[in-house]
């Protein structure tokens, strides 16, 4: 039985970084990958083919286009989803190369199977022709997440879909009712929106993404309901089933929503099944994650978990640093000991939003003084010139020491200049920074230096006393 210092199971974004780093260090390293292709979710199912999938719905709508020269793009209404995805596979395939490259200049050993473990230091590989079993000094789950599918919702139903296998549908459909108002279904709704497709967004909770700052939501609520977006906020739904119309969903006030076809993105599991765990003591809880310590650790210390199997925040990219961290604390490596604790939020609408920090509702929460300052893209050059006039960028920042505690952006490619204000964050600058900048002309980027002059001039007028009212 060959042994491991390592054996990853999964070669998703948090399987490959924490293979890469412990072989980096020189350290002996097995990848099992149960998929034909290394890559996980984040390449073949979800992040890059919605991604993908909301650049082809930007191009081929004009959307970019309408504000900037007024052109009328009409969609080929007999596009099916396979043709718009043809870039998706290519990209996908490119990015798989990329993970198999990445294991291969470490000289790390991949193995394409199931993996399960037999004993705690003993994992099982079974692919179609070949059984082994290797040993692991240390085991690492990077097994991933899917969709939550409820048992009384039928998934076999062509017209009803989980976020995993709606790429794969063979032509738009007329209409399109999306249950989960979270950042999947935000996603998917803005794109199948600028795709033609009718779209009706239910969602349980009263408000869409509240993690978000409430502006930035409402603006992005404005913009869905102009690309004709229909939400139902605060709306449980009941049943699902086929009609002759399509697929009715019966709603918590007892109305009835008929459309094609229907999405149900409201939750995800994570990927324990078939694992072995039980046997070695690790018990997943009721919607299949694992759980962990600091270091990464289950209740057996040398097997770990890191990536979406754990649970929230279920980001790629924190993914990525988890994975680094665990190996780290497991080897003792004096380089990478904690995932940082703010991270920055990408959600892929259209238009965009991001988002870093405090918020004007988690300041009042936390009772911390502050003032915002606003730069809107119609008042900037770049956004003149590209279109794009219905962004802002918006800083939040501390009223006592002249501190950037927050930053959020809606609008083309906000997810990039996140990072800026994001960085000053972490170094701890002051708006002050942002005024004695020289910011390339014209950019999206000189959007800072208008918010912050916006602050100054909150922060010259004294803070309000408080009301005495109770």
């Not at 062509?158 to 459909?173: A, G, K, M, Q, R």
């Not at 918006?394 to 083309?412: A, F, Q, T, Y």
């Not at 990039?416 to 002051?430: D, N, R, S």
Request: aromatic share 8%; charged share 20%; proline share 4%.
């Amino acid at each position: 039985m060959e042994r491991f210092d390592l054996v990853v199971i999964g070669a998703g974004p948090a399987g490959e970084k924490a293979a890469a780093q412990a072989a980096y260090f020189k350290k002996k390293v097995a990848v099992i990958e149960r998929e034909l292709e290394p890559g996980g979710a984040a390449v073949h199912t979800g992040t890059l083919p919605s991604k993908t999938l909301r650049e082809t719905a930007l191009y081929l709508s004009g959307h970019r286009a309408r504000a900037l020269y007024g052109v009328a793009v009409e969609l080929d209404a007999k596009a099916t989803v396979p043709r718009l995805m043809s870039r998706k596979n290519a990209i996908a395939a490119a990015e798989a190369r990329s993970f198999r490259q990445n294991f291969e200049r470490h000289h790390i050993t991949y193995f394409q199977g199931r993996g399960q473990l037999v004993d705690e230091h003993t994992v099982m590989i079974t692919a179609e022709d070949d059984t082994r079993r290797i040993h692991g000094d240390f085991i690492l789950i990077a097994t991933g997440s899917k969709p939550h599918r409820p048992a009384d919702i039928d998934f076999a139903d062509d017209f009803i879909h989980d976020s995993d296998e709606v790429l794969n549908i063979n032509t738009l459909p007329t209409s399109l009712a999306i249950l989960g108002g979270g950042v999947i279904g935000c996603e998917y709704a803005s794109m199948f929106a600028a795709l033609g497709v009718a779209v009706t967004l239910v969602d349980a909770r009263s408000e869409i993404l509240p993690f978000l700052d409430l502006e930035i939501v409402a603006r992005l609520k404005a913009a869905m309901v102009t690309a004709g977006i229909t939400l139902k906020q605060g709306q449980k739904w009941t049943t699902v089933k086929r009609c002759a119309g399509g697929v009715e969903t019966t709603l918590g006030d007892g109305s009835k929503l008929v459309t094609e076809q229907l999405l149900f993105a409201a939750g995800r599991t994570g990927c324990t099944q078939g694992l072995g765990l039980l046997s070695v003591g690790v018990e997943p809880d009721s919607r299949g994650y694992l759980q962990v310590d600091a270091q990464f650790r289950t209740k057996v210390p040398h097997i770990l978990a890191a990536g979406d199997v754990i649970g929230f925040p279920a980001l790629a990219s924190v993914s990525m640093e988890q994975g680094r961290v665990a190996v780290c604390h497991a080897f003792g490596f004096s380089y990478k000991k904690e995932v940082a604790q703010g991270m920055p939020y990408g959600i892929y609408t259209i238009p965009e939003c991001s988002s870093f920090g405090e918020t004007e509702e988690s300041c009042r929460e936390k009772k911390i003084p502050y003032v915002a300052g606003r730069a809107l893209y119609e008042n900037n050059a770049r956004g003149k010139i590209t279109g794009d006039l219905e962004g802002i960028t918006k800083l939040v920042v501390n009223r006592d020491n002249r501190k950037i505690i927050g930053v959020h952006v809606i609008g083309e490619r906000a997810s990039e200049l996140v990072h800026i204000g994001q960085t000053a964050i972490q170094l701890g600058g002051t708006v002050d920074l942002f005024i004695d900048m020289v910011f390339n002309y014209p950019t999206l980027s000189d959007s800072y230096k208008y918010a912050a002059y916006e602050c100054l001039a909150a922060l010259a007028v004294p803070e309000p006393p408080p009301s005495a009212t109770p």
